[in-house]
Nanobody
Framework: QVQLVESGGGLVQAGGSLRLSCAAS????????VGWFRQAPGKEREFVAA????????YYADSVKGRFTISRDNAKNTVYLQMNSLKPEDTAVYSC????????????????????WGQGTQVTVFS
């Protein structure tokens, strides 16, 4: 079992930045690829970014490419999502998820690929 807890959400003005954290406990986190997803009110959950557990392979949704950066510190069992140039359309509940994968392998953009999920953290961007 892997437990995931997100933090770092909040209220920010358009153009601002936030850094989300996804802290893991339980089984060793370093064998899991991690993804960030978001869900806005009335919309389906959508993929944001993913990272392999080693090798630094990353993948982004087109809507956040160039603005968001995913990274991880396996020694701290934590994955981060740095969000810059935020827009009102980025408003959503952001959740991280983990999938057991070989080194340097991403888990991808499909929700069903991930085995463990956090509860999410709210990000609200106002104009």
């Amino acid at each position: 079992q892997v437990q995931l807890v997100e933090s770092g959400g909040g209220l920010v003005q358009a153009g601002g930045s936030l850094r989300l954290s996804c802290a893991a406990s339980g089984r060793t986190f370093s064998s899991y690829a991690v993804g960030w997803f978001r869900q806005a009110p009335g919309k389906e959950r959508e993929f944001v970014a993913a990272i392999s557990w080693i090798g630094g392979n990353m993948y982004y949704a087109d809507s956040v490419k160039g603005r968001f950066t995913i990274s991880r510190d396996n020694a701290k069992n934590t994955v981060y999502l740095q969000m810059n140039s935020l827009k009102p359309e980025d408003t959503a509940v952001y959740s991280c998820a983990a999938a057991y994968r070989p080194p340097a392998v991403l888990a991808g953009a499909r929700i069903g690929e991930y085995e463990y999920w956090g509860q999410g953290t709210q990000v609200t961007v106002f104009s």
